[in-house]
């Protein structure tokens, strides 16, 4: 079955850039049913979608996010990744990467997320 | 964006009980063309990931039992345990996929036992 498990580091320092990738197995990541998304999870708070990309590149981004984020997709690698530019202690959170359904339709199609990573907890400090 | 708005935060029931959370939508999740509630429900344990419960509103994931089920339409849904076992124990969250993104969560119920 499909596993997504995730990597990178858990201590960033302000105004640095957070990376983190997650490894898919058990499945393709260029399947045309789905794309590969990233949320969060702030301490104690609830879950924010940050972004999204499908195999062939295309993304979607949070608008609260979109000038910081970068998300991409490395088919070779059956793996995607996040980048999160000048992070401050607000991007604090625990990150997670997942799978989904479709992200452009009104209404979207299979837009619940299954799986997903294991998390990274991630703390801004320096 | 749709807020979505979850009550209560935190509920206590008794094992064997019944356990009730409610999700509100800040406009209408069913699409009538298809009369589909464009709903989720998930459990997160402590120190694990979000685990997908249902989706459709109604529709349990493969392998969740059948004491969970959703119901509701349009703005108003809920999320029902027929008979609380220990390891419910957990925070739920719906989610809407209707709208364009984001994709938003409410803000979680906190489950315990009494």
């Known amino acids: 079955h499909l596993q997504l498990q995730q990597s990178g580091p858990g201590l960033v320092k302000p105004s640095d850039t957070l990376s983190l990738t997650c490894s898919v197995s058990?499945?393709?990541?260029?399947?045309?049913?789905?794309?590969w998304g990233w949320l969060r999870q702030p301490p104690g708070r609830s879950l924010e979608w940050l972004g999204s990309v499908f195999y062939t590149g295309t993304t979607s981004y949070n608008q609260s996010l979109e000038s910081r984020l970068t998300i991409s997709i490395d088919t070779s690698k059956n793996q995607f990744s996040l980048r999160l530019n000048s992070v401050t202690a607000a991007d604090t959170a625990i990150y997670y990467c997942s799978r989904h359904g479709d992200i452009v339709a009104v209404p979207a199609e299979s837009g619940w997320f299954d799986p997903w990573g294991q998390g990274t907890s991630v703390t801004v400090s320096s | 964006d749709i807020v979505m708005t979850q009550s209560p935060d935190s509920l206590s029931v008794s094992l064997g009980e019944r356990a009730t959370i409610n999700c509100k939508s800040s406009q209408s999740l069913l699409y009538r063309s298809n009369n589909k509630n464009y709903l989720a429900w998930y459990q997160q344990k402590p120190g694990q990931p979000p685990k997908l419960l249902i989706y459709?509103?109604?529709t349990r994931e493969s392998g969740v039992p059948d004491r969970f089920s959703g119901g509701g339409s349009g703005t108003d849904f809920t999320l029902t345990i027929s008979s609380l076992r220990a390891e419910d124990v957990a925070v739920y969250y719906c989610?809407?996929?209707?709208?364009?993104?984001?994709?938003?969560f409410g803000q979680g119920t906190k489950l315990e036992i009494k």
């Open positions: 459709w509103a109604s």
């Open positions: 058990g499945g393709s990541i260029s399947s045309s049913s789905f794309y």
């Open positions: 989610q809407q996929y209707y709208s364009r993104p984001p994709r938003t």
